[in-house]
Structure formats: C-alpha cells, structure tokens
C-alpha cells in the first residue's frame, strides 16, 4: 500500500487474503474467550450452604457471593468454594479428610483438624451456640502449604496453621460435613493466586518466522552500521572526491 516500497504496483491484491487470514484468527479467539468465559460463569455460580444470621439457618448461596467472615458449610463429596479455617467436622475428633487432586494432582487424602475449641463447642450447629472469635491471618499469598494466623475466643488464643486451612479446588472426602469460616475468596484464594493467565498459542511455523524475521531486522542493522562506518572513513580518505563516486551534485551549480 506504500507507493515507495511497494510489491504490488499499488493494487491492494494481497488485501482480500490478510482479511481472511485476521478473520479467521478473530473468531478462533473469539470462540476461546466465549468457552472461558461460560466456564467461570458455571464455576462462579455454583451453590453452597452459607450461614443467615438473619434467619438463623443455612441458605443456598452462589460462590461468587461468599464474603469473608462468612461460615458455610460443606458436605461430603463437595469441592470448597474458597479458603476456609475448619472449624467443625461431623468427625468427634474433629479430623476431616480431603482430596487435593486439583491443586497438586495427588490422590491420597489429607487430614485436616478443626480449631479445638469450635469443635468442643458448636455442639448443635453454629445458630445454637453464641460463639464469637476474631481471627488474624496473613495476607493472600500463592503458598499452598503455609498459614499462619491466630483465633482469639473468648477463652483462649489459638495458633493456626495449614492443618486448619480447607483450600478452594480441594474436596471433602470421608467425613459428612464440615463447618469453614472463609478467609480468602475469588482471585485471593491459594489456587487462584497460583494460576497464570493463558497465554497465546502459537504455530511452530509462525514461531520459526518470528524468529527468522527478528534475526534478519538485527542483521540489516548490522549492514547498516557497518555501510556508515565505512561511509565515514570513505569520506575521511576521499574527502571531495567521494562526492564524485557517489553521484552527488553540487546544488551551486546548473546541471542538465
């Protein structure tokens, strides 16, 4: 299209099929953004069973609405909607097992253990009992095997570590229930924090090109420093009479 440098004499005959070649790698982004974006929406919207202190009961709530503070409560065969302190599982001891295939790809379960005193005291459900605690953890982080945070109740100071953590992506395995208290959601959770964004897929064949075109621009600037500088010795040497063996005309003077 640039009449100076131009291949095609000015007719844009290479227009049609770069059009096509940009349309189809349009929709082919396109169709990828469209199936990211249904996929988050379907994990955005799942349910769990969240705490009401309004109507004192667990109410069906979207993962994308979970607050921080907030205690829900999963069941056996659940995935964890985000990063919650165990404090109560359906186990006497307090030991709830789970499965972390999604985060780390292992199979064996994991045992986590519940804070001693909510275990000892949510006896018939967080509504029943007036317990109040106030807990103090470290910033969101991409560590999957570190916490650390304290639980101040009313009768002690308890330390928490990665054993009290239920990670988001993780399920519940072996144990009917358990009660969480949520301190990382969405993009501030551990496996959130952990993932990349996509990147752009490329062909080998445009890779290769990439790389020939980035070593044929480094070496014309090569030749061009190397013309300049001979260029400059050139006229150092010739001084007048390079003028000559380069064609230039002087302008004080007619020329036909």
């Not at 349309?23 to 969240?50: C, T, Y």
């Not at 304290?150 to 308890?158: K, N, P, R, S």
């Not at 990665?162 to 990670?167: A, E, S, V, Y």
């Not at 000559?244 to 004080?252: F, K, T």
Request: charge should be neutral; charged fraction near 25%.
């Amino acid at each position: 299209m640039v009449p100076g440098v131009t291949l095609t004499n000015g007719q844009p005959t290479i227009l049609v099929p770069l059009l096509f070649v940009v349309a189809v790698s349009a929709l082919k982004d396109i169709f990828e953004d469209l199936k990211r974006h249904g996929s988050d929406a379907v994990e955005n919207n799942k349910k769990v069973l969240a705490a009401s202190q309004k109507i004192k009961r667990f109410v069906e709530d979207r993962w994308k609405e979970l607050w921080v503070g907030q205690i829900v409560k999963v069941n056996m065969n659940e995935y964890f909607p985000a990063d919650l302190i165990l404090l109560q599982s359906s186990s006497p001891s307090g030991i709830a097992y789970i499965e972390t295939k999604n985060l780390d790809g292992e199979t064996n379960l994991k045992c986590k253990e519940s804070v001693k005193e909510s275990q000892e005291t949510i006896t018939d459900g967080p509504f029943a009992t007036a317990w109040k605690a106030r807990v103090v953890c470290e910033k969101p982080n991409d560590k999957l095997y570190k916490f650390e945070g304290t639980i101040q109740t009313e009768v002690d100071l308890y330390s928490l570590d990665q054993n009290n953590l239920l990670l988001r992506g993780s399920s519940l395995r072996n144990t009917d229930w358990v009660y969480g208290l949520v301190v990382y959601t969405g993009h501030e959770t551990r496996v959130m924090m952990n993932s990349s964004s996509s990147r752009i897929k490329f062909s080998n064949l445009e890779l290769g090109m990439n790389r020939q075109i980035i070593m044929l621009f480094f070496f014309q600037i090569f030749i061009c420093l190397i013309g300049a500088t001979m260029s400059e010795f050139l006229t150092a040497e010739m001084g007048a009479r390079h003028n000559d063996y380069l064609r230039i005309l002087d302008s004080s003077k007619d020329h036909q």
